[in-house]
């Protein structure tokens, strides 16, 4: 990644957004901890990247075009079209996100991508960043 995010403050603005946690993580009392705010949009862009198009019942459009192209040789016009994708693809399903760049680089021995980016979140003056690594069947 060219620039880093900064560090965001935790405000205490109460729960605007909630979500199950994409790790599924037990809470204290074993049921699934609830992502809540910041949190919830990580877990919103985590279910948009690792869902497959036709995957989901009802809303056969949703999700990113990303994984027909996990073994196309990455070149910059290939960099260029899965940010493209990537970045439309996140804006579209998550109205609160902006994606301000995103990082791409191959795995070849895990068989997948590793992507980053740096986001802003409507309603926040910081920039956030999230990792993730896509990988491929074998």
């Known amino acids: 990644m060219k620039r880093k995010a900064r560090k965001h403050t935790k405000v205490s603005v109460?729960?605007?957004w909630s979500d199950l946690d994409h790790k599924f993580i037990k809470d204290s009392v074993g049921g699934i901890k609830k992502a809540v705010n910041v949190e919830a949009v990580?877990?919103?862009i985590d279910n948009i990247l690792r869902t497959h198009k036709g995957e989901r019942v009802m809303?056969?459009?949703f999700a990113s075009d990303i994984?027909?192209?996990m073994f196309e040789p990455l070149t910059s016009t290939t960099v260029s079209f899965i940010t493209r994708i990537l970045k439309d693809t996140i804006e579209a399903w998550d109205?609160?996100?902006t994606i301000e760049e995103v990082s791409i680089s191959r795995d070849p021995d895990r068989n997948g991508l590793d992507i980053g980016f740096i986001f802003m979140i409507r309603g926040y003056e910081d920039t956030f960043q999230y990792e993730t690594q896509l990988r491929g069947k074998y």
């Open 14 to 16: 109460g729960e605007v």
């Open 42 to 44: 990580y877990t919103s």
């Open 59 to 61: 809303l056969p459009s």
């Open 67 to 69: 994984h027909g192209l």
């Open 95 to 97: 109205d609160r996100v």
